[in-house]
Structure formats: C-alpha cells, structure tokens
C-alpha cells in the first residue's frame, strides 16, 4: 500500500497577534486552522480575545 503522505503537500498554520496595551507579539504555530483560531479566541490570559490583532497565515510544508 502506498504511503500517500508523502505525495500530499501538508499545511501550517501560523497566528500572528499585537496586544494593543504594548504591543507585544505572539505567535503560536498549528497544524489546523480550527487549532489556530480556537487559540486565538480562547487564550484571553496572553491577550488573544480582546484588544489584539491578529490574523492567520497559512503555509503549504512538504
């Protein structure tokens, strides 16, 4: 059976936020995009929820 992982092209997720108050960047690195906007709206504590801006980048990784 052939291993079909190695022909497929895999995808990372890379969320890049500003905390407004200082504006501080923090990044976090996933393999899918629903991992990368869950930490996003769920880490309130590094400041994901309010006050950031933040946006997704998605990259293609053999």
């Given amino acids: 059976m052939p291993d079909l992982m190695d ?7 890379i969320v890049s936020a500003m905390w407004e108050g200082d504006g ?5 690195v996933f393999n899918t ?3 990368a906007e869950s930490w ?3 880490n309130p ?3 994901c929820a ?3 801006d933040w946006d997704i980048d ?3 990784v053999q």
């Fill in 7 to 13: 022909e497929e092209l895999k995808k990372v997720y």
């Fill in 40 to 42: 996003c709206r769920g």
């Fill in 58 to 60: 998605e990259y293609e």
């Fill in 50 to 52: 309010k006050n950031v």
């Fill in 33 to 35: 995009r629903l991992k």
């Fill in 24 to 28: 501080s960047i923090i990044e976090g």
């Fill in 45 to 47: 504590n590094k400041g």
